[in-house]
């Protein structure tokens, strides 16, 4: 026989299992995948190996409360083939229903580069897509929200530093 103590103690351990696993959204609400899109990128660094972009992106929240970005990781395709991959320490706030833009550092192989880029002479547009995760901070439990988003790009969008 459970005494009236154990009783409370496993409800009240039920209630804080059933608080952390609704996260800091609020008790049966999701937070919804953040629109995504490329809104800049331009080449920093070429070396024998690697190329060095810096891009932008813009996030849509489009969810009822603020979110807490803590960072973010992704990758890019161009034309259905891998072209870079990046992270960013990006803490920024989002408040709900607006958007931010974001810098990250991608890294290419040049390999990945000439596969991704092979083709394009005909070509007037890159097509792109974009996967990754948001981590949110706050809460008692962090959060991981995956997003994808794909678009296109003219081929003069890509701009390379002047190093006079």
Avoid at 55 to 78: Q, S, W
Avoid at 112 to 132: A, P, Q
Avoid at 151 to 157: A, D, F, Q, R, V
Wanted: proline share 4%.
């Amino acid at each position: 026989m459970i005494s009236f103590r154990q009783y409370l103690s496993l409800l009240g351990g039920l209630a804080l299992l059933l608080f952390v696993l609704s996260g800091c959204a609020g008790f049966g609400k999701r937070l919804e995948s953040p629109r995504i899109t490329l809104a800049n990128i331009k080449v920093q660094e070429t070396k024998v190996l690697e190329t060095v972009f810096q891009i932008e992106i813009r996030v849509f929240n489009t969810n009822e409360v603020a979110l807490e970005v803590k960072g973010i990781e992704c990758d890019i395709e161009l034309n259905g083939k891998h072209f870079a991959t990046g992270v960013s320490k990006a803490e920024t706030k989002i408040p709900s229903y607006e958007t931010t833009l974001i810098p990250m550092t991608m890294y290419s192989s040049i390999l990945d580069i000439v596969i991704g880029l092979k083709g394009l002479s005909n070509t007037v547009k890159l097509k792109y897509r974009i996967t990754g995760k948001l981590r949110l901070g706050k809460g008692a439990v962090p959060a991981i929200i995956p997003f994808q988003s794909h678009g296109e790009l003219p081929l003069g969008g890509l701009s390379v530093p002047n190093n006079t």
